[in-house]
């Protein structure tokens, strides 16, 4: 689910960030503009944003739990926001100080574990059939997914000036070190 989740982190950075053309009083702007545009897709749920975590959901089998991919992808995302609390620019480095809320992947990992381990000690599967065990299993992860903690982290984006174009330095996981459903790696 991380490799996958990471999918969103990397789609943020290369599809807004890597395209800035930046030199001069603009830069802050350029920088706090594409990271606006980009983080907005999320914050709005909007169809972009959805389609891409739907796939996730999709790639990752969760159709076979009977877990639809679009609320699955809603459910990622209820909660998410965020603010860009400073962006600094000096000579060709900046940095991009963000506040992030969003659902803790930490969290969603341990209600994940809990869960496993019930199912493993729950008598009542026996006597279920497969398609009934899965489709229980589905409705706990969409669950656990409503109850997941939604946690306020910080985060600085660093950013470098090559070619007359601003780039995160970390490139795709400048965001995965954050404890988020959106962009936990």
Do not use: H
């Not at 965020?82 to 969603?108: L, M, P, Q």
């Not at 809990?114 to 589905?138: F, N, V």
């Not at 109850?147 to 950013?159: F, G, H, K, S």
């Amino acid at each position: 689910m991380k490799k996958a989740l990471a999918l969103i982190a990397a789609g943020i950075l290369a599809a807004g960030l890597l395209c800035m053309t930046g030199c001069g009083p603009n830069s802050e702007k350029l920088i706090r503009d594409s990271l606006t545009q980009q983080l907005d897709s999320y914050k709005n749920a909007d169809d972009a944003a959805l389609s891409e975590l739907a796939t996730v959901a999709e790639n990752e089998g969760l159709d076979s739990l009977g877990i639809d991919s679009q609320e699955f992808a809603a459910a990622v995302l209820d909660g998410f926001d965020y603010s860009i609390d400073n962006v600094k620019v000096e000579g060709d480095k900046a940095v991009a100080s963000v506040t992030i809320i969003s659902k803790s992947y930490s969290d969603f990992e341990t209600r994940m574990n809990d869960i496993l381990e019930s199912l493993t000690s729950d008598e009542s599967l026996k006597e279920m059939g497969t398609e009934e065990a899965t489709q229980m299993l589905g409705e706990r992860i969409m669950q656990a997914f409503s109850d997941t903690e939604i946690i306020t982290e910080q985060a600085d984006i660093e950013y470098k000036l090559e070619n007359n174009v601003w780039e995160p330095v970390k490139g795709d996981a400048s965001l995965a070190d954050l404890d988020s459903m959106v962009f936990a790696q």
